[in-house]
């Protein structure tokens, strides 16, 4: 298969959000509160929205905005939302059991160390299982936060498969963003857990981006790995909005394609292009079952990435901004990506809707996770600047 970035529609989109067949199955959204118990953390604050004039001006839009999640309860990701809000529903179910629980997982990263940090804060255990090819730094960062690290011989979903013999084996509680048949009620909560930052983005008190007419986005891109952050904004989307909805893209690795695949062959598919990316995150094979049933119904295409197109997106992150730069890591900046690459294509690969866009929303996802590999991407700019510190200061 081709390497070049492709857009693909949505053949299996549905217009009518009301006939939905996934919604039946997450109940859990509706019921789910995340913003009111995550704001009762310590250390909580809503992430910042960001508007990029510069990016728009370089992509002929009105406006662009960010939602910057890098500095997220510390973590330097969105992950903490779903994981902690998982794990908190979890012992909220079952108050009876004996303490402290182990609750393990699978990660190329940010997921594993939410689960870490949610875990140690609640009092509770943590094993981590992670793939051979992990960059030492995030390793590290899991085991600061008391988790015990397995690094697996094998890819993302050997790790899984790993994580889920422990649990089986040894009665831990398996904290999985993605799903399988007769696995799907703890990765609904992990989902519905990231409801929070787009309800922040209701209310924020400098740029209420949803709260009026003239602020709402018409386009949304959405980073996947298994999808299932993708699928959480998709199904907050098509329920809020309805039909005056925004548009609503995922963006994946040109070499780990999994929803682009699944898209062509109607069902949950292995990438089609299954190869080393460095947007780790978004380094998985096969959708989670859950999101795949949402983001077939809601999604409206996919565009796939380079790596190379990762990196000028952290570029432009770190130039963002009068006063501070958005640090951005390989994963947190394929939204960003996307957008790019999708305006870039070809006139007759572009879908016919985007010549009506004048606005869009991206989400840095994750700060620089991988400093050494951040510092290395970013090269000559930090030197010059000063970025690539946790605060993003560039006066510093």
């Known amino acids: ?25 997450h109940k859990a959204f509706s019921e789910a509160k995340p ?17 990029l004039p510069d990016v728009a001006a ?15 309860f510390g973590i330097k990701a969105f992950k903490a939302l779903g994981a902690s809000w998982a794990i908190h529903r979890w012992l909220q179910r079952n108050p009876g059991t004996q303490k402290p629980v182990t609750f ?30 992990t960059v030492p730094a995030r390793i590290e960062r899991i085991r600061d936060e008391g988790a015990t690290v397995h690094v697996i011989d094998g890819n993302y979903e050997a790790t899984v498969a790993a994580a889920k013999r422990a649990a089986e084996n040894n009665g831990y509680v398996l904290v999985q963003d993605t799903s399988w048949p007769g ?15 787009f309800e922040e983005l209701e209310s924020q008190p400098d740029k209420p981006l949803h709260g009026s007419e003239k602020l709402r ?61 460095i947007m780790a995150g978004l380094n998985c094979g096969r959708p989670s079952l859950l999101a795949w049933e949402v983001l077939r119904e809601g999604a409206d295409g996919v565009i796939t990435v380079t790596d190379e197109s990762a990196k000028e997106a952290m570029r ?3 130039k963002s901004g009068k006063r501070k730069a958005i640090v951005s890591g390989e994963s947190g900046a394929s939204g960003l990506a996307g957008l790019l690459t999708m305006k870039n294509l070809p006139d007759g690969e572009k879908p016919e ?20 590999g951040y510092r290395e991407i970013i090269g000559e700019l930090e030197k010059m600047m000063g970025i690539g510190k946790n605060d993003g200061d560039w006066k510093k």
């Open 1 to 25: 298969m081709s390497l070049l970035p492709e857009y693909i529609s949505n053949p299996h989109l549905n217009s009518d959000p009301s006939t939905f067949r996934s919604w039946k199955v």
């Open 35 to 51: 913003l009111e118990w995550h704001a009762s953390l310590p250390g909580y604050e809503p992430a910042p929205l960001v508007s």
């Open 58 to 72: 370089k992509l002929n839009l009105d406006q662009v905005w960010c939602k910057d999640e890098s500095g997220r």
């Open 104 to 133: 393990c997982t699978a990660t190329d990263g940010n997921h594993g160390k939410s689960v870490a940090w949610s875990a140690k804060m609640m009092g509770q255990r943590a094993e981590v299982f992670m793939p051979g090819n």
């Open 183 to 197: 696995y799907e009620s703890i990765p609904t909560d992990v989902k519905a857990g990231y409801l929070t930052h």
């Open 217 to 277: 986005p018409d386009l949304v891109m959405l980073q996947s790995g298994v999808g299932s952050w993708a699928a959480a904004a998709v199904w907050y989307y098509h329920k809020k909005y309805g039909k005056n909805r925004p548009k609503l893209v995922v963006v994946e690795p040109v070499t780990s394609d999994g929803f682009a695949a699944s898209l062509i062959a109607g069902k949950p598919e292995i990438p089609r292009n299954a190869g080393e990316t």
């Open 316 to 318: 432009i992150f770190a």
């Open 353 to 372: 809707w985007l010549r009506e866009v004048r606005s869009a929303l991206v989400f840095n996802t994750e700060g620089d996770t991988d400093p050494e």
